[in-house]
T-cell receptor, first 111, second 114 residues
């Protein structure tokens, strides 16, 4: 049983560019959450998707948007990248309200 | 809002030493509590959880008890190993209706020397 997978593993972008990160949830999971983890900090909640709708959102600007597909996979999009967006982006999947399981993350570097 | 406070780190221990990592929380509802572990260069792995007061979560020799009266969820292990070296995060999920986001503490780095 494959766990949560994310792609790409690493990404380097320049300021002002746009980026798309992808996540495939664990089999049987219908809910996907995204977190941003800055260096040396705990993960911060970005948003959560369920039934292809954004169910809850953290304190992140509109530059951060997402999507969930009918197969429950998800994308995180960040527009107009800033240096401060450099972080590890973590995807977590769960069955509705159950425990969240995390993927390995995508390391985004903005130059 | 919800918050999680972890003791300041880093923590360095010798192999076979006793480990305690403190965690306290603030939440409006009745949260579930979690410990996640992050090994170098990896994502987060669930270590253990507890969903109601007085529950004890345990896994791989680690334990934590949900103490509602002191709003705490301290992590303990009787004898640490070098392989336990990692960053440990305490987190809560305040499941209000359909919402179940995780709120994390800042994490603490544990180094175990042989």
């Amino acid at each position: 049983d494959a766990g949560v997978t994310q792609s790409p593993t690493h990404l380097i972008k320049t300021r002002g560019q746009q980026v798309t990160l992808r996540c495939s949830p664990k089999s049987g999971h219908d809910t996907v959450s995204w977190y941003q983890q800055a260096l040396g900090q705990g993960p911060q909640f970005i948003f959560q998707y369920y039934e292809e709708e954004e169910r809850q959102r953290g304190n992140f600007p509109d530059r951060f948007s997402g999507h969930q597909f009918p197969n429950y996979s998800s994308e995180l999009n960040v527009n107009a990248l800033l240096l401060g967006d450099s972080a590890l982006y973590l995807c977590a999947s769960s069955r509705t309200w159950d425990t969240q399981y995390f993927g390995p993350g995508t390391r985004l570097t903005v130059l | 809002g919800d918050s999680v406070t972890q003791m300041e780190g880093p923590v360095t221990l010798s192999e076979e030493a006793f480990l305690t990592i403190n965690c306290t929380y603030t939440a409006t509802g009745y949260p579930s509590l979690f410990w996640y572990v992050q090994y170098p260069g990896e994502g987060l792995q669930l270590l253990l959880k507890a969903t109601k007061a007085d529950d004890k979560g345990s896994n791989k020799g680690f334990e934590a008890t949900y103490r509602k009266e002191t709003t705490s969820f301290h992590l303990e292990k009787g004898s640490v190993q070098v392989s336990d070296s990692a960053v440990y995060f305490c987190a809560l999920s305040d499941q209000d209706g359909a919402n179940s986001k995780l709120t994390f503490g800042k994490g603490i780095t544990l180094s175990v020397r042989p």
